[in-house]
C-alpha cells in the first residue's frame, strides 16, 4: 500500500525519450528500425508534405498550403543572404534542409506521445558537427591559412591578440558543443516539464486542473520554442558560415 | 512512451547519454537528412524558385502594363482638354462674328430709318411752313376786307392802300 501511494505521485519525465525497437524487444543495432526511425520518417513526410505536396499547384498567386512553403522558403533565403552574402547562398539548399528538419521534428515531437528526435544530443550533435567540420574545411579551402586571421584579432592592440587568439580558438571549439547542446537542452526541457505537470494532473484530483492550465500555457511556449530553436539553430549555422567565407574581422 | 514497467530499472540516467542507441540515431538520421535534402533540392526548391521567378516576371510585367496604360490615360486627356480648349475658342469666334454681322445689319437699317425719318421731318416741316404762309395770308385778307368795312361803316371813304400799309404795319407789330 505504501508503495501505491508512491506510485501516485511517480513520474518518469525522462522515459518519453527512450530509444526502443519498433519490432520486438532486442537489442539495438545500428540498423535496427527504433522509434527514432519512425520519427526520422515522419519529419521526411512532413517535409514532403508542405514542400512538394503543398506546392503542386505551382499557382502564381499561391494556395494557403503552398504560401506556406514559399514562406519558409523565402524566410531562409533571406537568412542566408543577409547574413552570409550572395556567395552564401550556394549553401542555401543545405541550410534550408537543416532548418526545415529541426522546425518540423520539434512540431512534430509536440503531438502527444510522439517522440522527439531533436531532444536526443546524439542528433543534434551530428548536426552541429556537421556543421562545424564543414564550416572549418570550407574556411581553409576558401582562404588557406588565411582563415586563422579568424583568431588573429587585428583591430586589438598587438599585446593583447595573443590572449584574444586563445579566447577566440576557444570559443571556436565551443561552438558545436553549444550549438548542440543549445537545440536538445531546449526540446527536452520542454518536454520533461511538459511530463512532470501531466504527472501532476494525474495524482492531483480533482485540483488537477491547475497543472492541466500549465501544460496548457507551457505547450503555447513549446511551440514558440520549437520555431525559435529551429530559426536560432540556422541563423548561427549562417553566422559560422560567414565567418568561413569572409574570417577577417 | 508506453513500456511503464521497465522505466524502473534504466530511468536513473538521461536516455539521451545512453551511448547504445547512438549509432542507430545517428544512422537514421543520417538517411532522413539525405532523403530531405533529395527532396529539396530535387524537387521543391526548383519548384518554388520557378514559380517566385514567375511570379515576380508576371508583377513586372503588369506594372508596365500598368505604367503604359497610365501615360495613355494622361495622353487622352490631353487630347480631351485640347478639344475641349479649340472648341470653346472657335465657338467665341463664332458668337463674335454673329454679334458683328448683327451689329452691322443693324447699323445699316438705323441709318436707313434716320434717313427716312429725316426726310418725313423735311417734307412736314416744309407743309407746315406752307400751312403758317397760307394762314397768314388769310389773317391779312380778312384784316383787310374788316377794315374796310369798318371805315365805310364809320362813313370814311376806304383807301385801299394805306388800309393795307395799316394792316401790315399791325400784323408786324
Not at chain 2, 521543391?44 to 517566385?52: D, E, S
Not at chain 2, 490615360?73 to 478639344?83: F, L, Q, R
Request: charged fraction near 15%; include cysteine; charge should be negative.
Amino acid at each position: 500500500m505504501a508503495d501505491e501511494a508512491k506510485g501516485g505521485i511517480e513520474i518518469h519525465p525522462m522515459d518519453q525519450f527512450i530509444v526502443e525497437p519498433l519490432f520486438g524487444d532486442g537489442a539495438i543495432n545500428w540498423y535496427t528500425p527504433t522509434n527514432v526511425t519512425l520519427w526520422l520518417f515522419f519529419a521526411v513526410v512532413a517535409v514532403t508534405l508542405l514542400m512538394v505536396v503543398g506546392t503542386r499547384g505551382r499557382a502564381i498567386v499561391p494556395s494557403r498550403s503552398q504560401s506556406v512553403g514559399e514562406m519558409a522558403y523565402g524566410f531562409v533565403y533571406k537568412m542566408v543572404e543577409d547574413v552570409t552574402g550572395k556567395e552564401g547562398l550556394k549553401y542555401f539548399p543545405y541550410i534550408f534542409t537543416l532548418f526545415l528538419y529541426i522546425l518540423l521534428a520539434n512540431f512534430l515531437g509536440l503531438i502527444p506521445g510522439s517522440f522527439t528526435t531533436t531532444s536526443h544530443i546524439a542528433v543534434t550533435a551530428v548536426l552541429a558537427g556537421a556543421v562545424f567540420i564543414t564550416v572549418t574545411v570550407l574556411g581553409f579551402v576558401k582562404n588557406g591559412a588565411g582563415f586563422l586571421s579568424l583568431f588573429w584579432v587585428s583591430s586589438a592592440p598587438l599585446v593583447l591578440r595573443p590572449i584574444l587568439a586563445i579566447i577566440e580558438l576557444i570559443s571556436y571549439f565551443v561552438r558545436p558543443v553549444s550549438h548542440s547542446i543549445r537545440l536538445a537542452g531546449n526540446v527536452m526541457a520542454g518536454h520533461a516539464v511538459l511530463k512532470v505537470f501531466a504527472g501532476f494532473a494525474a495524482s492531483l484530483g480533482v485540483f488537477s486542473f491547475i497543472p492541466i492550465f500549465g501544460i496548457v500555457a507551457i505547450y503555447a511556449l513549446e511551440v514558440l520554442v520549437s520555431a525559435i530553436q529551429a530559426y536560432v539553430f540556422t541563423i548561427l549555422t549562417c553566422v559560422y558560415l560567414k565567418d568561413a567565407l569572409h574570417p577577417h574581422h | 512512451m508506453a513500456t511503464e514497467t521497465t522505466g524502473g530499472t534504466e530511468a536513473a540516467g538521461m536516455p539521451q547519454l545512453e551511448f547504445s542507441t547512438f549509432p542507430n540515431q545517428i544512422f537514421w538520421l543520417v538517411i532522413a537528412l539525405i532523403a530531405i535534402y533529395f527532396i529539396l533540392s530535387r524537387i521543391a526548391m526548383p519548384r518554388i524558385a520557378a514559380v517566385l521567378a514567375e511570379r515576380q516576371g508576371t508583377i513586372t510585367n503588369d506594372l508596365t502594363a500598368a505604367e503604359e496604360l497610365k501615360l495613355k490615360a494622361v495622353e487622352a486627356e490631353e487630347a480631351y482638354n485640347k478639344a475641349l480648349a479649340d472648341a470653346r475658342t472657335e465657338a467665341q469666334q463664332i458668337v463674335a462674328e454673329a454679334k458683328a454681322e448683327i451689329q452691322a445689319e443693324l447699323d445699316v437699317e438705323i441709318q436707313k430709318a434716320d434717313a427716312e425719318i429725316a426726310a418725313k421731318t423735311a417734307e412736314s416741316e416744309k407743309a407746315i411752313a406752307a400751312i403758317r404762309e397760307s394762314a397768314a395770308e388769310s389773317v391779312k385778307e380778312v384784316a383787310k376786307d374788316t377794315a374796310k368795312e369798318l371805315v365805310a361803316v364809320l362813313g370814311g371813304k376806304a383807301d385801299a392802300r394805306t388800309v393795307t400799309a395799316a394792316v401790315n404795319a399791325r400784323m408786324k407789330g
